[in-house]
């Protein structure tokens, strides 16, 4: 069993924020301009025509679909790297985690994945709901990715200390294939992904949001056995 905290990491993020934030500027201009102009090409050559004119219109296709992907590419990182501003409502973190998993439920019990979740009156967390629904979506489904044949997913919300403070902490354990004692510091890493489609993304826009929050996230897991993320969430809020 390995046991690991995430708050031992570096912030490597405010290093490379401010200029990759300006790249990304620039380079999304040009990007949406290729963008509506593939698709007024499109639209132009209409859906009939010579055998030659289907083939420029299949090439058009695909260019617009990887343009679109290097716009979602750029999108995701800009969220990554951008100076987050963050809401500080009073969150009821059983409540919010309730809302994720109903949203999702459908789709996730598709994949063949049980889902349990164990809710906790909990003190109020000053937060950002859309920011932790976004945290809490990450773990889910990186959860259900870990169980590509189906498993039980187990999240349940409880309270407990951190740094000689109250704090609320959503624990989320799957049954799936587990994560290497030297691998786990890497996946918080940007780009470090080993899923088909991952951008590798997930983690580290997560522990971001925990972060902003004042919190960190736990990891424990036994590969072949499966995993749990805890985010601990500081009832005080982050010091501003
Ligand atoms: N619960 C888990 N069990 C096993 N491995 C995990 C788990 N969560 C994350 N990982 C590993 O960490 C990697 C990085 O996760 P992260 O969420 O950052 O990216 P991703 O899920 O691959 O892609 P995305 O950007 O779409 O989230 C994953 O590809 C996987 O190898
Ligand atoms: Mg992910």
């Known amino acids: 069993m390995t046991a690991f905290d995430a708050s031992q990491l570096g912030h490597w993020e405010q290093d490379v924020a401010s200029l990759a934030g300006m790249l ?8 949406s301009t290729l963008n ?13 025509g010579s055998a030659r004119d289907q083939r420029t219109r299949r090439r058009l296709e695909m260019m617009k679909s990887e343009i679109q992907r290097i716009e979602h590419i750029i999108s995701s990182f800009l969220q990554l790297t951008r100076p987050q501003q963050m809401q500080r409502d009073a969150i009821e973190v059983s409540r919010l985690v309730e809302d994720v998993i109903s949203r999702n439920r459908e789709a996730i019990e598709l994949d063949g994945i049980n889902i349990l979740f164990q809710p906790q009156e909990t003190p109020k967390v000053a937060g950002d709901a859309a920011l932790l629904h976004q945290a ?25 200390t951190y740094r000689g403070g109250d704090a609320v902490v959503i624990e989320v354990t799957d049954t799936g294939v587990g994560i290497t004692e030297d691998a786990i510091p890497r996946i918080f890493r940007p ?14 826009t997560t522990l971001r949001i925990i972060r902003l929050h004042g919190g960190t996230i736990l990891v424990e897991s036994e590969p072949g056995q499966g995993s749990r993320f805890s985010v601990v969430l500081p009832t005080e809020g982050p010091s501003r």
């Open 24 to 31: 990304v500027h620039e380079v999304k201009n040009p990007l």
């Open 36 to 48: 509506i102009s593939s698709q007024l090409l499109l639209e132009e050559l209409g859906d009939t």
């Open 136 to 160: 809490i979506l990450n773990l889910i489904l990186n959860g259900c990715s870990a169980m590509p044949d189906g498993g039980e997913l187990f999240i349940r919300v409880l309270i407990s």
């Open 191 to 204: 780009y470090v992904s080993t899923r088909d489609g991952g951008t590798g993304l997930g983690l580290p």
